[in-house]
């Protein structure tokens, strides 16, 4: 497997994790009557925190939607170096340098740690194109 691919994995590991992470929160917070419903009703009120790791969820899902198919086209197209797999790394260590930034509030720095991680994605896709 490529570097490329397996720190796809990685990143789909680190999601997994997120997700776990928000669910058990979630439970602890709200009981497990509103997670389990259908959620025909208005969500209840939730705190800062519990808020911040649902919006890191939803921009993992975001960052994943835009990495995993750059790393596609980078190995399936057979442009995979030292250059993508770096830059698969960047994305990578990125995306787990913003999850406490985003959690703590840590302001400016978590919109420049996502920054490392979309131009990640950009040097992946430019690498599969020249």
């Not at 259908?38 to 911040?52: N, T």
């Not at 994943?64 to 442009?79: D, K, W």
């Not at 830059?87 to 420049?112: D, E, H, K, Q």
């Amino acid at each position: 497997m490529t570097p490329e691919l397996t720190t796809l994995a990685l990143a789909l590991l680190l999601h997994l994790g997120l997700m776990v992470a928000y669910s058990i929160k979630a439970n602890t917070e709200l009981g497990t009557r509103y997670p389990l419903s259908p959620r025909d009703k208005a969500a209840p009120e939730i705190s800062v925190l519990l808020g911040r790791l649902q919006r890191t969820v939803n921009n993992s899902f975001e960052g994943l939607i835009l990495f995993t198919p750059a790393v596609l086209i980078v190995v399936l197209s057979g442009q995979a170096d030292q250059t993508t797999a770096g830059a698969a790394v960047c994305f990578l260590i990125a995306r787990v340098l913003y999850i406490p930034a985003y959690l703590m509030g840590l302001v400016p720095w978590r919109s420049l740690v996502w920054g490392f991680s979309f131009f990640a994605i950009l040097a992946l896709v430019v690498a599969a194109l020249i």
